[in-house]
């Protein structure tokens, strides 16, 4: 890997053929790394025959264990000057008008940017449909005028989505940011995804023994204590699917890697949080690829509201409180400007401090451009924006090393969190829990909303009658899906008004 500076890192020039009019252009590769991202190549053609010219971005890194998915809701005209780098594998799409752009060609561009390129692409075709479909061509104007608005910001909010199952995609976040409007969220790729990236095992490939472990991912014979001698099982043989999980056991099963699909162990504990409930503590590393996760998960049934705990953090012994963030929690620190949405920690039994660390950490390696020891590169970053993330940065050092204090709240629509009470069974005068009705969003977002644990065999006699509604999270109240549909249907009457205008004149 190039370790030289961006503007000493020389621009690499290659003679191709020119696939426009076959004679020969030039390509040029140039390697540079991305604030918020990661190395990438920037390659650009031109022919000096025909003037054609084309630009891509390729990722110079591995394909990531985890794919990515990021939600932005643009709602100004400087949101859309946010930076985009879109990888050959990333799928984008303009939620209002449900409008996707499938993986292809890697880009690196901003918001207005990518409208832009989207209107270009469907004005190329439009003479050709005017003669062939003048029906599809009014629709599509329609598309197109409504492109051009939200290029201008005249129609906002915009909701852009990118889903790169290689994880190599971004958008640029800023500390600004208020909830609900950047979101990231990791996720482990299906089989079928992994096929698509190449990274599934072929069937002539020999399997590797899945009780294997490298020496140094081996456990001790601590981690694997001899079974109480009532259930008549020692060590990790496999159970009796009667035989119950007991606590503080430590198992071991075979998996597959959702990284690389070759065969792994998992490790599963089961443990009891004082005043909580019980928790399971899984834990996989692959030898192939070396992907390692730690996940804890909740047990027990789903409850009937969601929960809110908030933590008034005033000195430097509240940082030390045990803390169980859900996968489906949502962290902020109104004091911090911070606003970590479900998915992007995972599910996390560690304390305050330990929390709050791991968001620098994770927060440093995506925003600034660091080396192996941690230390800091010099990017392009604009100075404004980097004075930005250094005091949010240096206010979130303050608060882990006890210096201020804040209030650290979780809202779990599952009740899966947990925060440690120092004063337990009694009321602790730092800490309030309280429970709330979840909303139709969170009921949908968690799959709740249509399920039935009643009369599941009977037809449901409500399919049907909102199917075609949505909710807006924004206000809660049902939104037509077919509200896009309107709207093109509007732009073609004007369209077609204009139309009748020019006939008649």
């Given at each position: 890997?190039?370790?030289?500076?961006?503007?000493?890192?020389?621009?690499?020039?290659?003679?191709?053929?020119?696939?426009?009019?076959?004679e020969?252009?030039?390509?040029?590769?140039?390697?540079?790394?991305?604030?918020?991202?990661?190395?990438?190549?920037?390659?650009?053609?031109?022919?000096?025959?025909?003037?054609?010219?084309?630009?891509?971005?390729?990722?110079?890194?591995?394909?990531?264990?985890?794919?990515?998915?990021?939600?932005?809701?643009?709602?100004?005209?400087?949101?859309?000057?946010?930076?985009?780098?879109?990888?050959?594998?990333?799928v984008?799409?303009?939620?209002e008008?449900?409008?996707?752009?499938?993986?292809?060609?890697?880009?690196?561009?901003?918001?207005?940017?990518?409208?832009?390129?989207?209107?270009?692409?469907?004005?190329?075709?439009?003479?050709?449909?005017?003669?062939?479909?003048?029906?599809?061509?009014?629709?599509?104007?329609?598309?197109?005028?409504?492109?051009?608005?939200?290029?201008?910001?005249?129609?906002?909010?915009?909701?852009?989505?990118?889903?790169?199952?290689?994880g190599?995609?971004?958008?640029?976040?800023?500390?600004?940011?208020?909830?609900?409007?950047?979101?990231?969220?990791?996720?482990?790729?299906?089989?079928?995804?992994?096929?698509?990236?190449g990274?599934?095992?072929?069937?002539?490939?020999?399997?590797?023994?899945?009780?294997?472990?490298?020496?140094?991912?081996?456990?001790?014979?601590?981690m694997?204590?001899v079974?109480?001698?009532?259930?008549?099982?020692?060590?990790?043989?496999?159970?009796?699917?009667?035989?119950?999980?007991?606590?503080?056991?430590?198992?071991?099963?075979?998996?597959?890697?959702?990284?690389?699909?070759?065969?792994?162990n998992?490790?599963m504990?089961?443990?009891?949080?004082?005043?909580?409930?019980?928790?399971?503590?899984?834990?996989?590393?692959?030898?192939?690829?070396?992907?390692?996760?730690n996940?804890?998960?909740?047990?027990?049934?789903?409850?009937?509201?969601?929960?809110?705990?908030?933590?008034?953090?005033?000195?430097?012994?509240?940082?030390?409180?045990?803390?169980?963030?859900?996968?489906?929690?949502?962290?902020s620190?109104?004091?911090?400007?911070?606003?970590?949405?479900?998915?992007?920690?995972?599910?996390?039994?560690?304390?305050?401090?330990?929390?709050?660390?791991?968001?620098?950490?994770?927060?440093?390696?995506?925003?600034?451009?660091?080396?192996?020891?941690?230390?800091?590169?010099?990017?392009?970053?604009?100075?404004?924006?980097?004075?930005?993330?250094?005091?949010?940065?240096?206010?979130?050092?303050?608060?882990?090393?006890?210096?201020?204090?804040?209030?650290?709240?979780?809202?779990?629509?599952?009740?899966?969190?947990?925060?440690?009470?120092?004063?337990?069974?009694?009321?602790?005068?730092?800490?309030?829990?309280?429970?709330?009705?979840?909303?139709?969003?969170?009921?949908?977002?968690?799959?709740?909303?249509?399920?039935?644990?009643?009369?599941?065999?009977?037809?449901?006699?409500?399919?049907?009658?909102?199917?075609?509604?949505?909710?807006?999270?924004?206000?809660?109240?049902?939104?037509?899906?077919?509200?896009?549909?309107?709207?093109?249907?509007?732009?073609?009457?004007?369209?077609?008004?204009?139309d009748?205008?020019?006939?008649?004149?």
């Amino acid at each position: 890997m190039d370790t030289q500076a961006p503007a000493d890192r020389p621009v690499e020039e290659i003679s191709s053929l020119c696939m426009n009019c076959h004679e020969e252009g030039t390509t040029r590769l140039l390697l540079t790394k991305i604030p918020f991202f990661r190395e990438v190549v920037l390659m650009s053609f031109s022919c000096p025959h025909c003037e054609f010219k084309n630009s891509e971005v390729q990722s110079a890194g591995e394909v990531q264990q985890r794919g990515v998915k990021i939600s932005f809701k643009a709602g100004s005209q400087d949101d859309l000057q946010r930076q985009i780098v879109k990888s050959d594998t990333c799928v984008a799409r303009l939620e209002e008008l449900d409008l996707e752009i499938p993986a292809g060609r890697g880009q690196l561009t901003n918001i207005e940017g990518l409208l832009s390129m989207i209107k270009t692409d469907l004005e190329a075709q439009q003479p050709a449909r005017k003669e062939a479909t003048p029906e599809i061509h009014r629709r599509v104007q329609a598309i197109i005028q409504l492109l051009a608005d939200m290029r201008s910001a005249q129609k906002m909010p915009l909701t852009i989505t990118l889903d790169d199952i290689a994880g190599n995609s971004s958008l640029e976040p800023s500390p600004e940011d208020r909830s609900g409007k950047y979101i990231r969220s990791e996720y482990a790729r299906t089989s079928e995804q992994n096929e698509t990236l190449g990274l599934r095992q072929s069937a002539a490939e020999p399997e590797a023994s899945s009780t294997v472990e490298s020496p140094e991912y081996r456990a001790s014979d601590q981690m694997y204590p001899v079974m109480p001698a009532s259930n008549g099982i020692e060590g990790n043989a496999p159970q009796d699917a009667n035989d119950e999980i007991v606590e503080n056991q430590v198992y071991s099963f075979p998996a597959s890697c959702p990284g690389c699909e070759h065969p792994c162990n998992t490790h599963m504990k089961m443990v009891r949080v004082p005043h909580f409930k019980e928790v399971v503590i899984m834990s996989t590393v692959c030898d192939s690829c070396g992907y390692r996760s730690n996940e804890v998960k909740t047990g027990g049934e789903v409850p009937a509201k969601g929960r809110r705990i908030t933590l008034r953090v005033e000195k430097k012994e509240d940082l030390s409180r045990d803390i169980l963030k859900a996968e489906s929690a949502v962290v902020s620190c109104p004091e911090l400007s911070l606003n970590v949405e479900p998915g992007t920690l995972g599910g996390r039994f560690t304390t305050v401090e330990g929390l709050l660390v791991q968001v620098r950490h994770d927060l440093k390696a995506s925003i600034f451009e660091t080396n192996d020891d941690g230390s800091m590169q010099g990017d392009s970053m604009p100075s404004n924006d980097r004075t930005k993330w250094d005091a949010f940065f240096k206010n979130l050092d303050s608060a882990i090393s006890g210096q201020i204090a804040f209030t650290l709240i979780l809202e779990d629509p599952l009740a899966a969190s947990y925060v440690q009470s120092f004063t337990a069974p009694d009321p602790d005068a730092q800490l309030r829990v309280l429970e709330y009705e979840r909303t139709q969003q969170e009921e949908e977002d968690l799959g709740l909303a249509d399920m039935r644990t009643e009369g599941y065999e009977e037809p449901d006699a409500t399919n049907g009658a909102s199917k075609d509604a949505i909710v807006d999270s924004g206000n809660q109240q049902p939104v037509e899906v077919d509200e896009i549909q309107k709207q093109v249907e509007a732009r073609m009457k004007e369209l077609e008004a204009d139309d009748t205008h020019e006939n008649r004149s």
